[in-house]
């Protein structure tokens, strides 16, 4: 009953809710080593992006974030970058994310332009109006149809499109991260 009053339960709509209580978290995780870096959690009704927003402060300097595309909003990708020294971010673009192209640099490798929404400055004063990023397109095997992946490291020469199609495939090692907490260390005992 504590549990229940103090992290919700989600609604199922016609269904009703949740059996049990839920726990809402954002995680940062070394992908490579699947070291947790610091995790945050709390209520259920309380946003993913506010539980994110508190692990920034945690992501070191020089450092490339990938983050899950749910994330895909303004607040969130300049909050990660501008809370330290040459922090980047690269994320999976949505299929219904805009952008203008500023630069093509190939085919598959544009610098774009996208448009902060009136509500997410209305929310976040700070926020600029526009901000730029890096489109890079692939297709893969697994999938249907072009991916377009979105980055603050927009500098071709120094950040081959290939190798960023790369990284964001290394972000599926965090599931593995995941694993081996629930199904080794706890032994499946949630």
């Known amino acids: 009953d504590e549990n229940r009053e103090h992290f919700g339960l989600a609604s199922g709509g016609n269904r009703g809710d949740s059996g049990y209580p839920l726990v809402r978290m954002a995680t940062l995780?070394?992908?490579r080593s699947h070291l947790v870096a610091a995790a945050?959690?709390?209520p259920y009704s309380t946003s993913e992006y506010a539980y994110a927003n508190e692990l920034w402060p945690v992501i070191p300097d020089d450092s490339l974030t990938v983050v899950d595309r749910n994330y895909l909003a303004a607040a969130v990708l300049l909050g990660l970058q501008s809370g330290g020294s040459n922090r980047h971010w690269l994320i999976r673009a949505k299929t219904n994310t805009?952008?203008?192209?500023?630069?093509s640099f190939s085919t598959h490798d544009k610098l774009v332009e996208m448009t902060v929404s009136s509500e997410a400055r209305r929310q976040h004063p700070s926020l600029p109006k526009k901000f730029t990023a890096r489109a890079v397109s692939y297709r893969h095997p697994d999938s249907k149809g072009q991916q377009w992946l979105l980055s603050s490291l927009t500098d071709p020469a120094e950040y081959p499109a290939r190798e960023l199609v790369a990284l964001y495939h290394e972000r599926w090692e965090i599931e593995l991260g995941y694993d081996e907490i629930k199904t080794h260390m706890l032994e499946r005992r949630e």
């Not at 805009?98 to 630069?103: F, G, P, T």
């Open 98 to 103: 805009r952008w203008r192209v500023l630069e």
């Open 29 to 31: 995780i070394a992908a």
């Open 40 to 42: 945050a959690f709390g």
